[in-house]
């Protein structure tokens, strides 16, 4: 993997705390054909920083979160924890391992046990990782993780039926970071709340990070929300990645095609200027009508993009800097692509004139 | 109504602007174990032909409750409705299933969230949607096998002619959800009611959908009530939008001039609290706390607890829904102070 440089948010030398390695899931489809679920991904995160995957269904990255959570044992790849390779852990190594990985799922609804009151859901897990809360000080933790998550502290008592997906989610938090967890992988963990909801929980999580200084990986489809909180995007396409840099990087440059509709669909609350946007990059049955096209020879993304040539159909363009790009793209075209700016939508580049002033800036 | 009856604009007669549905006072209430709930309470429009009007709200706002109401879905639910729900002159409120079925689908069709699991998996497409057409709209078979097509045409499905013997699970969620429009329209309804139908899909998939029922709509005249609890999905679809909280509509009006100019603190706080308002995490301002699930429970103003306005007077009476600008009523004592910014 290209070493991202200009890293912002942390200091030089700082290591990883989570590293993935050429890591590949191949599951067996129907009739014994392969499903490349995630085929060669390497990602970093570090402290206190935010890495967001961002894709569509079937790009990978609930598969490759689960990885992450050694809930399934990846085909082959190394991940790293500190250093440590984590797929070459005993069973006892694995529990310690998933103390410091911590997971927030989409559903609120479906992660809590529905029967449990608050308190009971926020210190099973303590039951299980023992010595991380001594006994004594359950109820007192549990009061500092309640008001740490903006929950009165009569919720305790109360089993989640009651509460709201917002409240709900809050207490999947609690439970998370009261294992004081060194990374969080959350996958679309408010895209199950109403909109005016998500700021809240957004910016709890937001504000635990920067007081925990926790990793966070940060599954969404959502391009107008991981705009506003992370500081390294890594976009993938079924089972690859496409195109990644710093969040500034890939708003304000996209260098794939893919990257750029993914812009184009995102929520938006300006009025459509329809100018700004090019409807061949956007074509909406075009994006649509889901991959059919055979991903072992070619581009993956040939059959929904605007750009295609005949070379794409014989080469697999790979993740790579491209003259004139200031972050890693696979795409054949992929100066050309960032050079067209073809967008200016909420989530888009603030301004297409930024390609201009910005393009040749390292 | 004739199948062979033109599509397009014909329905928009411009010598006879009268409504085609006009909801007066309606309200809903619900029998639980906790009480009974008023899920609905006074809410009031009306839509043209070619109209297309967003309920938006949170959940438990009364949104999509107020769009099952009119094609009387939630009697089966136990719901008890009051007022009056008027399409094409005839008041739709008191009408038994029966009644009911024969406007459901021909003259008023609904797509929802989960329509595209609805589907049947062990019949073709194409089975299906001619179905429809043969039963209900009269079609001889090798009518309906055409009118499928430029259906499924029409909702952008590629390859059609190859594609209509293929079954739901051959087709994305997206795809599905294009074959459950195609069905919704196939009997060229004059009202579509479309309840959260993206919600489950992937942002690209969604974009296309919104377009496709927007022109859809435009094409063919019929009017569109679309349930989003998402600022910029209504933006997509409607021209104009009702804003319902606590089973009330709080501020109603053109799209464009709601979102420029809102004049309820809550439509001013939805805008403030969306992911696409922002640039950084630090500039999303969320709205405090959580609606009520009884509406009755909160005094005066419903908003008042959470509103950051609020004086003393929201909590004693409600305000009531009054024109703030001509066609855009809001529901606040303070309309004017935030329509002007000067509060």
Same mark, same amino acid.
């Given at each position: 993997m290209a070493r991202i440089e200009n890293t912002i948010a942390t200091a030089p030398g700082d290591e990883p705390v989570l590293r993935v390695d050429d890591l590949h899931m191949h599951f067996k489809g129907r009739h014994g054909s392969q499903v490349r679920a995630?085929?060669?991904?390497?990602?970093?995160v570090r402290r206190g920083e935010t890495l967001a995957i961002v894709g569509e269904s079937g790009s990978g990255k609930s598969t490759l979160a689960r990885a992450l959570m050694r809930l399934i044992d990846p085909t082959s790849g190394r991940v790293y924890f500190h250093g440590q390779d984590l797929l070459a852990l005993r069973k006892g190594q694995v529990r310690?391992?998933?103390?410091?990985?911590?997971?927030?799922?989409?559903?609120?609804?479906?992660?809590?046990?529905?029967?449990?009151?608050?308190?009971?859901i926020v210190t099973e897990p303590w039951r299980i990782h023992r010595g991380v809360v001594p006994r004594a000080d359950f109820s007192r933790r549990v009061a500092?993780?309640?008001?740490?998550?903006?929950?009165?502290?009569?919720?305790?008592?109360?089993?989640?039926?009651?509460?709201?997906?917002?409240?709900?989610?809050?207490?999947?938090?609690?439970r998370a970071i009261g294992l004081s967890p060194e990374v969080l992988v959350l996958d679309e963990p408010v895209s199950a709340l109403d909109v005016s909801i998500q700021a809240q929980v957004i910016k709890l999580l937001m504000r635990l990070q920067q007081e925990l200084q926790m990793a966070y990986v940060f599954i969404s489809h959502d391009l107008a929300l991981v705009r506003l909180i992370a500081d390294h995007v890594v976009v993938m396409y079924r089972g690859r990645i496409v195109e990644q840099g710093t969040a500034e990087e890939v708003y304000s440059r996209p260098a794939h095609p893919y990257t750029q509709a993914l812009l184009a669909a995102a929520p938006s609350l300006e009025e459509e200027d329809e100018d700004a946007i090019d409807e061949k990059a956007t074509d909406p049955v075009l994006l649509d009508r889901g991959p059919s096209v055979d991903i072992s020879v070619g581009c993956r993304f040939r059959d929904r993009c605007w750009r295609r040539e005949a070379r794409c159909d014989t080469d697999d363009p790979r993740l790579v800097r491209h003259e004139g790009v200031d972050h890693d793209a696979a795409c054949h075209f992929a100066g050309e692509v960032a050079r067209s700016g073809i967008l200016n939508n909420g989530a888009g580049p603030a301004r297409v004139t930024m390609t201009t002033t910005e393009g040749g800036a390292r | 109504?004739?199948?062979?009856?033109?599509?397009?604009?014909?329905?928009?007669?411009?010598?006879?602007?009268?409504?085609?549905?006009?909801?007066?006072?309606?309200? #809903?209430? +619900?029998?639980?174990?906790? !009480?009974?709930?008023? =899920?609905?309470? &006074? #809410?009031? +429009?009306?839509?043209?032909? !070619?109209?297309?009007? =967003?309920?938006? &709200?949170?959940?438990?706002?009364?949104?999509?409750?107020?769009g099952k109401t009119i094609l &009387?879905?939630?009697?089966?639910?136990?719901?008890?409705?009051?007022?009056?729900?008027?399409?094409?002159?005839?008041?739709?409120?008191?009408?038994?299933?029966?009644?009911?079925?024969?406007?459901r689908g021909t003259d008023i069709a609904m797509v929802f969230q989960d329509s595209l699991d609805s589907l049947?998996?062990?019949?073709?497409?194409?089975?299906?949607i001619t179905e429809t057409l043969r039963v209900r709209g009269g079609l001889s078979r090798e009518d309906a096998r055409a009118r499928a097509l430029t259906l499924l045409r029409q909702v952008g499905i590629p390859d059609a002619e190859q594609r209509l013997g293929d079954y739901p699970y051959q087709f994305s969620g997206g795809m599905r959800q294009r074959i459950c429009i195609a069905i919704a329209i196939a009997l060229k309804p004059r009202l579509l009611i479309a309840d959260e139908p993206t919600t489950a899909l992937d942002v690209t998939v969604q974009a296309g959908i919104l377009d496709l029922i927007r022109s859809l709509q435009q094409e063919t005249g019929m009017a569109l009530i679309f349930v989003t609890h998402d600022l910029s999905v209504a933006r997509r679809v409607a021209d104009t939008v009702a804003v319902m909280y606590s089973g009330r509509i709080v501020e109603t009006g053109a799209i464009r001039e709601l979102f420029r100019h809102p004049a309820h603190p809550y439509t001013e706080a939805l805008l403030r609290s969306h992911p696409a308002a922002a640039r950084h995490w630090e500039e999303l301002a969320p709205i405090g706390g959580s609606a009520p699930d009884r509406a009755d429970q909160v005094s005066g103003c419903r908003f008042h607890p959470r509103c950051p306005i609020a004086r003393p007077e929201c909590a004693e009476s409600e305000p009531a829904l009054l024109d703030i600008r001509p066609g855009h009523p809001?529901?606040?004592?303070?309309?004017?102070?935030?329509?002007?910014g000067t509060y």
């Amino acid at each position: 993997m290209a070493r991202i440089e200009n890293t912002i948010a942390t200091a030089p030398g700082d290591e990883p705390v989570l590293r993935v390695d050429d890591l590949h899931m191949h599951f067996k489809g129907r009739h014994g054909s392969q499903v490349r679920a995630v085929d060669g991904v390497s990602i970093e995160v570090r402290r206190g920083e935010t890495l967001a995957i961002v894709g569509e269904s079937g790009s990978g990255k609930s598969t490759l979160a689960r990885a992450l959570m050694r809930l399934i044992d990846p085909t082959s790849g190394r991940v790293y924890f500190h250093g440590q390779d984590l797929l070459a852990l005993r069973k006892g190594q694995v529990r310690e391992l998933r103390r410091n990985i911590q997971m927030i799922f989409q559903d609120p609804y479906a992660s809590l046990h529905p029967l449990q009151t608050t308190s009971e859901i926020v210190t099973e897990p303590w039951r299980i990782h023992r010595g991380v809360v001594p006994r004594a000080d359950f109820s007192r933790r549990v009061a500092e993780l309640l008001s740490q998550v903006g929950l009165p502290q009569a919720y305790a008592s109360m089993p989640p039926a009651r509460l709201s997906g917002g409240e709900r989610q809050r207490i999947a938090i609690a439970r998370a970071i009261g294992l004081s967890p060194e990374v969080l992988v959350l996958d679309e963990p408010v895209s199950a709340l109403d909109v005016s909801i998500q700021a809240q929980v957004i910016k709890l999580l937001m504000r635990l990070q920067q007081e925990l200084q926790m990793a966070y990986v940060f599954i969404s489809h959502d391009l107008a929300l991981v705009r506003l909180i992370a500081d390294h995007v890594v976009v993938m396409y079924r089972g690859r990645i496409v195109e990644q840099g710093t969040a500034e990087e890939v708003y304000s440059r996209p260098a794939h095609p893919y990257t750029q509709a993914l812009l184009a669909a995102a929520p938006s609350l300006e009025e459509e200027d329809e100018d700004a946007i090019d409807e061949k990059a956007t074509d909406p049955v075009l994006l649509d009508r889901g991959p059919s096209v055979d991903i072992s020879v070619g581009c993956r993304f040939r059959d929904r993009c605007w750009r295609r040539e005949a070379r794409c159909d014989t080469d697999d363009p790979r993740l790579v800097r491209h003259e004139g790009v200031d972050h890693d793209a696979a795409c054949h075209f992929a100066g050309e692509v960032a050079r067209s700016g073809i967008l200016n939508n909420g989530a888009g580049p603030a301004r297409v004139t930024m390609t201009t002033t910005e393009g040749g800036a390292r | 109504m004739s199948m062979a009856q033109s599509v397009g604009l014909a329905h928009a007669d411009e010598t006879l602007p009268g409504p085609l549905l006009r909801v007066s006072d309606l309200n #809903v209430s +619900f029998t639980t174990e906790r !009480g009974t709930v008023r =899920a609905v309470q &006074g #809410v009031d +429009f009306s839509l043209r032909a !070619g109209e297309s009007l =967003a309920l938006l &709200g949170e959940s438990g706002s009364g949104k999509s409750v107020t769009g099952k109401t009119i094609l &009387g879905l939630t009697g089966s639910q136990g719901a008890r409705v009051r007022g009056e729900i008027v399409f094409d002159g005839d008041n739709l409120v008191g009408w038994d299933e029966d009644r009911l079925n024969r406007v459901r689908g021909t003259d008023i069709a609904m797509v929802f969230q989960d329509s595209l699991d609805s589907l049947n998996p062990v019949f073709s497409v194409g089975a299906q949607i001619t179905e429809t057409l043969r039963v209900r709209g009269g079609l001889s078979r090798e009518d309906a096998r055409a009118r499928a097509l430029t259906l499924l045409r029409q909702v952008g499905i590629p390859d059609a002619e190859q594609r209509l013997g293929d079954y739901p699970y051959q087709f994305s969620g997206g795809m599905r959800q294009r074959i459950c429009i195609a069905i919704a329209i196939a009997l060229k309804p004059r009202l579509l009611i479309a309840d959260e139908p993206t919600t489950a899909l992937d942002v690209t998939v969604q974009a296309g959908i919104l377009d496709l029922i927007r022109s859809l709509q435009q094409e063919t005249g019929m009017a569109l009530i679309f349930v989003t609890h998402d600022l910029s999905v209504a933006r997509r679809v409607a021209d104009t939008v009702a804003v319902m909280y606590s089973g009330r509509i709080v501020e109603t009006g053109a799209i464009r001039e709601l979102f420029r100019h809102p004049a309820h603190p809550y439509t001013e706080a939805l805008l403030r609290s969306h992911p696409a308002a922002a640039r950084h995490w630090e500039e999303l301002a969320p709205i405090g706390g959580s609606a009520p699930d009884r509406a009755d429970q909160v005094s005066g103003c419903r908003f008042h607890p959470r509103c950051p306005i609020a004086r003393p007077e929201c909590a004693e009476s409600e305000p009531a829904l009054l024109d703030i600008r001509p066609g855009h009523p809001s529901r606040c004592f303070f309309a004017e102070e935030v329509l002007n910014g000067t509060y």
